[in-house]
């Protein structure tokens, strides 16, 4: 079942006195934030009121936080959003909607579960766990389908892989 909240970033330090918080973000890039009005904290929606990128971090504003002793408050928090606010492009995914799912090779073989996707400076990384654990590299000639409804992955792999 998929998560109605999904992570997004955390709260990693105040900036300046009055009230902003630097958000590293854990998505492809720090402005995806900006596209939501609400983002949620502890549970609670919060109003975004302005951000900007500054570095690989956002830079943001929120409702009721007015001061750095109100912005120290909210570090090292995790911040969500809602999933029903997001559309994605045709074919694009969440990578945590395809964790746990089965991954198979071009010819129906189970390999195991994708466990986890490391996200390298080069791309990112499935790490499947079966028989063995198995690195892939989530790139089209590796990755031939990914079947999020299904939670089914066909890969193509190398010998030696």
Same mark, same amino acid.
């Given at each position: 079942?998929?998560?109605?909240?999904?992570?997004?970033?955390?709260?990693?330090?105040?900036?300046?006195?009055?009230?902003?918080?630097?958000?590293?973000?854990?998505? +492809?890039?720090?402005?995806?934030?900006?596209? /939501?009005?609400?983002?949620? #904290?502890? &549970?609670?929606? *919060?109003?975004?009121? $302005? =951000?900007?990128?500054h570095k690989s971090f956002l830079i943001?504003?929120?409702?009721?936080?007015?001061?750095?002793?109100?912005?120290?408050?909210?570090?090292?928090?995790?911040?969500?959003?809602?999933?029903? +606010?997001?559309?994605?492009?045709?074919?694009? /995914?969440?990578?945590?909607? #395809?964790? &746990?799912?089965? *991954?198979?090779?071009? $010819? =129906?073989?189970?390999?195991?579960?994708?466990?986890?996707?490391?996200?390298?400076?080069?791309?990112?990384?499935?790490?499947?766990?079966?028989?063995?654990?198995?690195?892939?590299?989530?790139?089209?000639?590796?990755?031939?389908?990914?079947?999020?409804?299904?939670?089914?992955?066909t890969v193509r792999l190398l010998e030696?892989?």
């Amino acid at each position: 079942m998929k998560k109605k909240y999904l992570e997004a970033g955390q709260i990693v330090n105040t900036h300046g006195i009055k009230g902003e918080v630097k958000i590293m973000p854990w998505s +492809d890039s720090a402005d995806f934030l900006l596209n /939501f009005d609400t983002v949620y #904290i502890e &549970g609670e929606p *919060v109003r975004l009121l $302005d =951000g900007r990128v500054h570095k690989s971090f956002l830079i943001a504003r929120f409702e009721g936080i007015e001061n750095v002793n109100d912005a120290m408050r909210l570090k090292n928090q995790v911040v969500f959003i809602d999933r029903d +606010d997001i559309e994605l492009p045709e074919g694009d /995914f969440f990578l945590q909607d #395809i964790i &746990g799912a089965r *991954v198979v090779d071009e $010819d =129906g073989n189970e390999l195991g579960r994708l466990a986890d996707v490391l996200e390298l400076p080069a791309g990112n990384v499935y790490v499947v766990q079966g028989e063995r654990e198995i690195l892939i590299p989530a790139r089209p000639e590796f990755v031939l389908n990914t079947d999020v409804e299904a939670g089914i992955i066909t890969v193509r792999l190398l010998e030696g892989m």
